[in-house]
Nanobody, 123 residues
Framework: QVQLVESGGGLVQAGGSLRLACAAS????????VGWFRQAPGKRREFVSA????????YYADSVKGRFAVSRDNAKNTVYLQMNSLKPEDTAIYYC????????????????WGQGTQVTVSS
């Protein structure tokens, strides 16, 4: 069992930055892959970014590449998503999720999900 808690969301103007955190408790965090997804009102949940267990591999959706950066601190059981140059279309609830075996961009391969944190970008 893994419990995930996201934090760091909020309201920001376009062009601004936020850093999301995903804190995990439960089974050995360092053995898990971690992804970030988001869901905007009326839209399907979509992949944003992911990082493998040892930080060797990172993945980004084309829409956030060059603006977002994912990292993790296994000693703190935490994964971060640094979001820069935010746009109104980034507005969504952001979720982190963990997987033991994954296809990084595929939500169905993740086992545990957090409750999400709201990010709102005003124009």
């Amino acid at each position: 069992q893994v419990q995930l808690v996201e934090s760091g969301g909020g309201l920001v103007q376009a062009g601004g930055s936020l850093r999301l955190a995903c804190a995990a408790s439960g089974r050995a965090f360092s053995s898990l892959e971690v992804g970030w997804f988001r869901q905007a009102p009326g839209k399907r949940r979509e992949f944003v970014s992911a990082i493998n267990r040892n930080s060797r591999d990172t993945y980004y959706a084309d829409s956030v590449k060059g603006r977002f950066a994912v990292s993790r601190d296994n000693a703190k059981n935490t994964v971060y998503l640094q979001m820069n140059s935010l746009k109104p279309e980034d507005t969504a609830i952001y979720y982190c999720a963990t997987a033991r075996s994954w296809i990084a961009t595929m939500a169905s391969t993740y086992d545990y999900w957090g409750q999400g944190t709201q990010v709102t970008v005003s124009s």
